[in-house]
């Protein structure tokens, strides 16, 4: 018999190399205890019982050869003799009377750990397996855990649940399709102090974009109450994004929130010890505020750096992590209480960019949080609980209020899931990610809405909203492999108004954002005219009032609300695409598009013709607008000063006269943004001819240029560009307009200013673009569509035809 030393291990004396004896989670826990608590990082105190304890107590009671007989010939194929064989194997594992010296063993540790935190200690027992937490295999959400244990039976009880899990359904099924022999994989358990997160908050972060991959972003989720809700997707967490570069910078500042609904939290049940922990409807009050302060959130990511920083050190090269954290009590600290190598994002072959695209459009049915950027289509099969698991098909869409562990071997049979609750860190985007299928969680009323049998088509590529639509619908798959890919000396870059693709947009070849629209911010996250955002009084419609009032609420004011929200999606931006260099465009609205904005018609003028009236720089600096024009200012100054973003650089549009130009910069001083202070550059659209007739003296002003391609034929041919009855008159390749663009780059590099192009016109002809290369423009931003393909044109077009020097 083993001695009880062997089978009882504290925490502070356990590192990675015991990993054999307790499992990745425990030798993960030790490893922070004793090198990263001395850092800030708290772990909570604890023991391990470990694998050694397991073993002894089945090689006692002979339990071997019937769990072969049981396991050795399992088709998991067949659900039922999978959930035969795993109750019969839990029950020989339960059985098997826990060896004397171990039991004494965690009785005499359960008594240490109350002695040092009183008679009310509570603990949470929580297995780990020996094969679990490696870089290529997680073994989440595989085996049990168990929270609020009270006492000696309780704890003796409870660890031998948790040995017994190792043979639950979804733990066989795991190591089947791992490779893993279910006899070469035992089973520690690690009874850990219980964080009093039942009465704060909890949940998990992640050291890197879940979505996209990319790797300069810590992700936090976060709900009230017990961390399981989080992880098993029982509820729609509080999201947070915080930048790693800017952050290790010094500036301290959460990128980007976003309030989830929480709808439950688990909690402390009392007395009960055969239900120690309760589920309860989350207040009101608490739903509509976030589980984290900015404090709290800074908190976290300066822990979450440590650890990614310690295991990357131990790995050798970049390691991201998933990482589980408790707050202890309203008040008290934060605690790491797990962390694991993130084994599904990172994986992703590096080299070979794959794009969904939707081909058409119907109905949408439900709507959540997108995970995983793919698109499938297939019957709806709606699952309530799991004796329904048997009914599904492969190849369906798996819908269902939440899933659990237990039913992983049907979910990687599904073309997609929908989940009514959950997160894009709980159990069910998890298993998508590494199932590589669509998943749209937080869907709520998904399982009332969607019937069985219905064919719906399920699109996570169009950002973080995932759509459920009616039918079976056209799509694509684009697959680009960047291998040997070489990049020209003319800069690509993109047009961007979305935060939402941010992330996954950076990681295309390209120089950084030629284009990053304002209004698209405005119009999809704010909703609300500036002016009214600060004079609601002045609206004239109550019910519109009530609504503008009702986005502002829970804000110091309307003009924090504005100014907040903005920074927070320019800043998601500029952030993906960090160190490489974003041009914002101020707010370019025409006054009937401001108009359409709640309690716009009480601010704006009604005009004949939008498109040549009250917009772009003349707007800026009018009184009706002056107030609107120094909270977009506000924003970016936050952005610049606040996040540390120094790489995003501000564009005025539809710039008619030098007078408004140098009205323009001289508000914009007054608001903080001068240029040239902090590096910050200010380039001027180039889209009216005067742009182009007065480009030297308007060289004077800015740093660069951008020439919009769109305005610019409007006005040098004399098109609107909005009628259709004239649309074949609009034609950027007409001979004036490339008379204009040749005169635009000659003129900026005459005066050693950044020439580039942001309209359409490059994305819709290939041949305007080697026209432009030909030149010497300095960069072209396009769609992100069509990146890939111009860099390899402008490659080919610049090997053969030398190019003239640049203006910069």
């Known amino acids: 018999m083993n001695d009880a030393n062997d089978c009882i291990r504290w925490l502070s004396g356990l590192s990675m190399a015991d990993l054999p004896l307790v499992g990745g989670k425990t030798a993960s826990l030790g490893e922070m205890f004793r090198e990263l608590r001395p850092l800030g990082v708290r772990i909570p105190d604890g023991f391990a019982v470990t694998a050694a304890a397991y073993r002894e107590a089945l090689d006692a009671a002979g339990a071997w050869g019937p769990l072969h007989a049981l396991l050795d010939r399992l088709d998991k194929r067949d659900l039922d003799a999978l959930a035969h064989a795993g109750a019969q194997a839990r029950e020989i594992v339960y059985a098997a009377p826990m060896p004397a010296p171990v039991e004494a063993g965690i009785r005499l540790a359960w008594r240490a750990l109350q002695a040092r935190f009183g008679p009310t200690l509570s603990v949470a027992v929580r297995s780990s397996a020996t094969a679990e937490d490696l870089p290529n295999a997680s073994f989440a959400g595989q085996h049990d855990t168990y929270l609020n244990v009270r006492g000696e039976q309780m704890l003796v009880d409870a660890i031998k649940r948790c040995q017994a899990s190792l043979f639950t359904d979804r733990a066989i099924s795991y190591r089947i399709d791992q490779g893993f022999d279910h006899f070469k994989v035992a089973l520690s358990v690690v009874v850990m102090q219980m964080v009093r997160s039942d009465l704060a908050s909890s949940g998990v972060v992640f050291t890197l974009d879940t979505e996209s991959g990319h790797p300069d972003v810590v992700f936090i ?447 914009m001083a007054r608001h903080g943004l001068v240029r040239g202070q902090d590096g910050l550059e200010v380039y001027v659209m180039c889209e009216i001819p005067n742009n182009v007739l007065l480009i030297d003296e308007f060289s004077e002003l800015f740093d660069g240029f951008s020439i919009g391609s769109n305005d610019l034929t409007q006005l040098t041919l004399g098109v609107d560009r909005d009628s259709a009855i004239v649309a074949s008159a609009f034609d950027e390749r007409d001979p004036g307009m490339l008379k204009m663009l040749r005169l635009a780059v000659e003129g900026a590099r005459r005066n050693h200013r950044h020439s580039g192009i942001c309209g359409q016109a490059p994305s819709d002809h290939p041949e305007i673009a080697r026209y432009l290369v030909e030149l010497g423009i300095d960069s072209l931003s396009l769609t992100p569509d069509r990146v890939l393909r111009t860099v390899q044109l402008v490659r080919e077009i610049e090997d053969q035809r030398p190019r003239l020097p640049s203006g910069n």
Not at 472 to 478: A, K, N, S
Not at 546 to 564: D, H, K, M, N, T
Not at 575 to 603: I, M, Q, T, W
Not at 633 to 639: D, G, Q, T
Request: proline share 6%; with cysteine; glycine share 8%.
């Open 221 to 667: 989720t976060g709900a009230w109450g017990l961390g399981e809700n989080v992880v098993q997707g029982a509820v729609d967490p509080d999201e947070f994004h915080v930048h790693k570069p800017t952050f290790r910078a010094g500036y301290r500042c959460v990128l980007r929130r976003r309030l989830g609904r929480k709808q439950i939290r688990m909690v402390y049940s009392g007395g009960d010890t055969r239900a120690p922990v309760v589920n309860q409807p989350t207040p009101a009050a608490d739903r509509a505020r976030f589980c984290l302060s900015d404090t709290d959130v800074l908190a976290l990511t300066d822990a979450a750096l440590k650890i990614e920083a310690h295991y990357s050190r131990r790995a050798g090269s970049w390691r991201p992590m998933d990482i589980e954290w408790a707050k202890d009590g309203p008040d008290g600290p934060l605690y790491i209480v797990q962390a694991r190598p993130e084994t599904s994002v990172s994986r992703r072959a590096v080299n070979v960019i794959e794009t969904y695209v939707l081909e058409e459009r119907a109905a949408v049915r439900v709507q959540g949080r997108a995970v995983g950027e793919r698109i499938a289509a297939g019957a709806v099969r709606r699952i309530a609980q799991a004796s329904q698991l048997p009914q599904f098909q492969p190849g369906e869409v798996l819908v269902a209020d939440t899933t659990t562990p237990d039913w992983e071997p049907v979910m990687k049979t599904a073309a997609a899931i929908v989940t009514s609750r959950g997160g894009r860190t709980c159990h069910a985007a998890i298993v998508a990610r590494e199932l590589g299928i669509p998943a749209v969680v937080g869907a709520e009323g998904a399982s009332a809405q969607l019937q069985d049998g219905e064919p719906v088509t399920v699109s996570c590529a169009d950002g973080d909203i995932g759509r459920v639509y009616t039918g079976r619908l056209r799509f694509r798959v684009d697959q680009q492999d960047l291998t040997g890919l070489r990049r020209p000396a003319t800069q690509v870059m993109v047009n961007l108004g979305n935060p939402e693709l941010a992330f996954k947009t950076a990681l295309l070849p390209c120089d950084g954002v030629g284009l990053a629209r304002m209004e698209f911010i405005i119009n999809e996250y704010i909703q609300v005219h500036p002016m009214a955002v600060l004079h609601p009084e002045r609206i004239a419609d109550p019910a519109v009032r009530s609504q503008v009032l009702a986005r502002a609420a829970g804000y110091p004011s309307g003009a924090a609300f504005f100014i907040e929200t903005l920074a927070e999606g320019v800043g998601t931006i500029a952030a993906a695409f960090y160190p490489r260099p974003v041009v914002v465009r101020l707010s370019d609205f025409k006054s009937n598009e401001y108009a359409a904005l709640l309690g716009g018609r009480d601010f704006e003028p009604v005009e004949e013709n939008p498109m040549l009236g009250f917009r772009g720089a003349a707007r800026y600096i009018h009184p009706a607008y002056a107030e609107g024009f120094a909270m977009e200012c506000a924003a970016l100054k936050r952005v610049r000063d606040t996040m540390g973003l120094r790489n995003l650089k501000v564009m005025v549009p539809f710039c008619r006269r030098l007078d408004e130009a140098h009205g323009v910069l001289a508000a």
